[in-house]
């Protein structure tokens, strides 16, 4: 048998308060998976209309990829009704007979428990797992759950899991009335990889108030835009340097269909990541102490790191870059960064699995694992960048040491 949880909801949107709950779930259960269940059309709660049951099926696909023990159940979703707990509980279990369920809900919902269509049906299909949070953990817990038990028959397990207090309603508020430091609050509540589709799809936003107007690049300037600038790097860079940049360009558009980020801007930043490759390192050097470029440790012993940064400034100064995401994806696609955002991990990999490439030692399965896990693929690239590094005896970038530590912690 496997211990699967399910975890249900509107997900409307999706935010770090459910990613905590199914990380507690996981782990304090010793499940096997947690599969993420959105509902088709929710029996109670009111809905923004204007999102669709698939953007939020993207949303919480877009998280479960990044995630190795989370899944998308599509089960409700393709239900045209409300759906019903006990008949999705049995449907799942008549269709998985090797799954042991385990049902996560908050304490919330375990209260309203006996109101809910046939619980007893629900307590034979699964065992419950409860969120609670840890310091809030009432007596009156116990009592509800001995009562639950005792009436319905149920297995029932408590999951410590102080969450984050975050609602959907709440984001969906924030992001409606542009309040201050909408980007940052959101950051803290919303998967990256959420956030992004939020943007690029506009939800949530009211008639078309933008959230954060962060797309410096216009479509239709795009077509332009990016014939001046190759027009450029072509002259600038070596052929062999140039044909480099074109992939990486093209694999950052794929990448960026693949997890919803907007693929011109993607696109862009792969077009100007080595635009300071056409200096020497002694070059490198020079230029970035004349532009007071902050230059680390590793960076003095291997001046050649610096073209990431030396690019990050010229892609502002010479090419007219304002967007903030490219440029710090750019300056930072060499070693990565602790928090790196969903494109600066889009550029990182492209730029290592781009079609030119030949020479790195796991390049199928980490072009494999790129559209499938990105921070897999990740993980694996600066894990072999790190040896490659430590066997020819060069100077690791502290970044690149405590991007490899965040990633870990974070998984
Ligand atoms: O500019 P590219 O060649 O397209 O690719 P890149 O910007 O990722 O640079 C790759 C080179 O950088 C590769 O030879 C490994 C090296 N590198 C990555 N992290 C570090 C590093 N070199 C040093 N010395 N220290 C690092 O931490
Ligand atoms: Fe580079
Ligand atoms: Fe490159």
């Known amino acids: 048998m496997k211990k699967i949880g399910i975890l249900g909801g509107t997900f ?29 059309i929710p029996p109670h709660k009111d809905m923004d209309s204007s999102v669709t049951r698939y953007q939020r099926m993207s949303m919480c696909q877009k998280v479960c990829s990044n995630y190795p023990y989370l899944r998308l159940l599509d089960t409700e979703l393709k239900e045209d009704g409300p759906s019903y707990s006990y008949r999705t509980l049995e449907r799942i279990r008549e269709g998985h007979p090797d799954w042991e369920l385990y049902f996560i809900i908050g304490e919330d919902s375990l209260d309203q428990f006996s109101t809910w269509k046939h ?19 009432s007596a009156g817990i116990d009592k509800v759950c ?18 984050i207090d975050v609602s959907s309603t709440e984001i969906r508020h924030i992001i409606r009335e542009k309040r201050d430091g909408v980007e940052q609050a959101l950051a803290s509540l919303i998967p990256a990889e959420v956030l992004s589709f939020i943007r690029e799809h506009r939800l949530y936003s009211n008639g078309g108030i933008e959230l954060s107007p962060k797309k410096d690049i216009k479509p239709s300037d795009f077509p332009r835009l990016k014939a001046d600038i190759e027009k450029k790097l072509e002259k600038k860079l070596k052929p062999s340097r140039y044909m480099h940049t074109i992939g990486v360009a093209y694999t950052s558009a794929s990448l960026a269909m693949a997890y919803g980020y907007p693929m011109d801007i993607a696109f862009i930043a792969g077009l100007l990541h080595d635009c300071a490759k056409y200096m020497s390192p002694s ?45 710090h994806a750019v300056k930072v696609h060499t070693t990565g960064c602790p928090e790196m955002n969903l494109l600066d991990q889009i550029l990182f990999t492209a730029d290592y699995i781009e079609p030119n490439r030949d020479k790195a030692r796991r390049l199928t399965e980490i072009r494999q694992a790129a559209f499938k896990d990105l921070r897999l693929a990740i993980e694996m690239i600066l894990s072999d960048t790190i040896e490659y590094l430590k066997e020819t005896g060069k100077e690791i970038d502290q970044t690149t040491y405590k991007t490899y530590e965040w990633l870990k912690a974070s998984r």
């Open 12 to 40: 409307n949107p999706f935010h770090k308060g459910h990613l905590y709950i199914a990380n507690a779930a996981y782990t304090q259960l010793g499940l096997d998976l947690v599969y993420i269940m959105p509902c088709g």
């Open 119 to 137: 619980p007893e049906l629900i307590a034979q299909s699964a065992s419950l797992a409860v969120a609670i949070r840890r310091a809030g953990k």
């Open 146 to 163: 001995k009562a639950i038990r005792e009436e319905y028959g149920a297995r029932i397990f408590l999951l410590d899991s102080d969450y």
């Open 283 to 327: 070059e490198l050097y020079a230029f970035c102490e004349k532009k007071d470029i902050e230059i680390s440790a590793a960076e003095k012993k291997s001046p050649q790191l610096l073209h990431a940064k030396a690019g990050a400034y010229l892609a502002e100064k010479d090419y007219g870059i304002t967007d903030k995401d490219i440029l």
